[in-house]
Structure formats: C-alpha cells, structure tokens
C-alpha cells in the first residue's frame, strides 16, 4: 500500500517531520502515538498528499500521491478538524463526495448511515464535532478507498458511537483488505484493533513494530530482595522502576525475561514474577524521557 521513503517536511526553516520511512501494509491497522507536537498531523497529510515532502517520496501502487489525482482516489482522510461546507446539508455534502469518487458506494452510505443518528437534513453548521466526525467517517467509508488515514477520529464521540465507529474499522480492514492509519491520544483504543504501532517524536518516528512483537519483547516485573536491592543488581541491569510497595520493585528491564530470570538468580530474590504492560505504558517507558515525563532509575 502506501510506502514513504525519507520523508522531511518544514515550516518556513523549521523541521517538522525527518527522515521518516513508514509502510502501511494491506489488510492492517497502523496507530501513530506521540506527544502534541510530535508531527503526526504533518505526517499524516503528507501521506494523503495534501503536504508535497521537502525530500523523499510517497507513494501508492508506485505512482506519486501528490502528483497523480486517480491515486489520491484511492485514500480517505478524517482530519481532526473536519472542514465541511457549513450551510450545505448533510445529504448535500455526501453527494458532493458521491460526484468526485469515481468508486462510491450508495448501497453502503445507505446501509451504514442506520449507525448514525444525525439527520440527512441537518445543516452541517448546526452538527457538533462529534457529528461531523461520523459524517467525515461515514463518507471516507462509502468512497471504498484503498487507504484511511484518520487524525484523532474518535475525539468527540460518546462512547457508544466511538465502540461503533471503531467496530466498523475493523470490518472494513478485514472484509476489503483496507490499510488504515490512526494517530490518537487514546492509547488504549490502539490497542484493542491495531496490528502495528509507530511511536513519534520530535518530528522522527523512533520506534515501528508489530504489535505482537512489541508486547513480547516488553515486559513489566515483579521483584523483591531480602534487603534493599543491592548496588551489583542495579549496575548489571539498570532497572527502571515505576513503583515500590515496602520491598517489592515494580520495574522494567529491556531484556528477555528469561535471559533476564536465569541471569537475576545469583542476586536470590525472594519474588520475581512477569506482567504484560500496557501500549500506554510501553510508550511512556520508550519515550518518556524525550517527553519531559520523569522517570525514577534507582
């Protein structure tokens, strides 16, 4: 699906985004996590080509997104900030949308329009931001694109609807082989339905992995010593703790857990036990330092 290679993008002088290689891949779900200000937006809307990269290139079936418009008919962008036309009706603008995509789908705008609740009449100055980000996922949904890219789609949402909305994700990526992209503060929502996740920072994407793989190789522990943990243990594995209760250690080691298990025996800990930390936590524990959010070495 969409492949960028090295991509960078600035403001005037300033960097944005740097160097950034990112590929999403068919039948799968991306989700973009970082600070406000990290890039995402900038990123995002150079991947649909609304943004031309200052070096680098994105590219779609090998052809050049901002440069070839049937291309760009391929991808639906939810922006956060949905900019429609306010004194068109909601019909008007989902028949705006059916006239530009050549692959639109009545049947399925039809079919998917029961979850929503707005009316067809309404004007879209009187639908709140929550409404206008169904009717946003509603139309990028009925265009039947190859690729959704989607900044904070859920923000807004009560949670009924935001079940829904990500529900039907879901069944696009696994009945048409959708690639879809989220970026969102809702770092639990990522992980309930993405298959892989890139953490941003900075203007840089830091780390890429699949989602299996990053939960595998990440774990939260358990562990506590007769006495204090000695100098030796903290100088062989450089724990990062996140809590102490009276002598248990709540720590994270980037390391094997087994390796690790094996190697900590001669230290004699009286508890030592693993536990799956969160995608929030991961990412707080990667990028936190780069964030400002202190972390306690000990």
Not at 108 to 136: A, N, P
Not at 200 to 208: H, S, Y
Request: hydrophobic share 35%; glycine share 6%.
């Amino acid at each position: 699906m969409i492949i960028g290679e090295n991509i960078s993008k600035s403001y005037d002088v300033l960097p944005v985004i740097k160097d950034i290689n990112i590929q999403l891949k068919e039948n799968s779900i991306y989700g973009l996590i970082g600070a406000n200000g990290a890039g995402k937006t900038t990123l995002i809307k150079t991947l649909c080509g609304i943004y031309i990269p200052d070096f680098g290139s994105v590219k779609l079936f090998d052809k050049d997104v901002y440069s070839c418009n049937e291309i760009r008919e391929n991808i639906a962008y939810v922006p956060d900030s949905i900019m429609f036309y306010n004194n068109f009706t909601v019909k008007d603008m989902k028949n705006f949308y059916k006239n530009i995509y050549r692959n639109w789908n009545e049947k399925r705008y039809q079919t998917l329009r029961e979850v929503f609740t707005f009316s067809d009449k309404k004007r879209i100055k009187h639908l709140s931001k929550g409404m206008k980000t169904q009717l946003s996922i509603l139309i990028s949904l009925s265009c039947m694109p190859k690729v959704i890219l989607m900044d904070e789609p859920t923000s807004g949402l009560d949670p009924f609807i935001r079940k829904e909305v990500l529900n039907l994700i879901v069944q696009d990526v696994s009945s048409r082989g959708t690639s879809v992209l989220i970026s969102t503060h809702n770092i639990s929502e990522l992980e309930q339905i993405c298959d892989r996740v890139g953490f941003m920072n900075k203007g840089e994407l830091k780390i890429q992995e699949e989602m299996e793989d990053l939960k595998y190789k990440f774990k939260k522990l358990q562990i506590a010593f007769s006495e204090e943990m000695s100098e030796e243990f903290k100088k062989e594995f450089n724990p990062t703790i996140t809590n102490k209760y009276g002598k248990v250690y709540e720590i994270v080691v980037d390391m094997d857990f087994e390796i690790f298990k094996e190697s900590a025996q001669r230290y004699n800990p009286i508890l030592l036990e693993k536990l799956d930390m969160t995608l929030e936590e991961i990412f707080l524990f990667k990028m936190g330092g780069d964030n400002n959010v202190k972390q306690v070495t000990i």
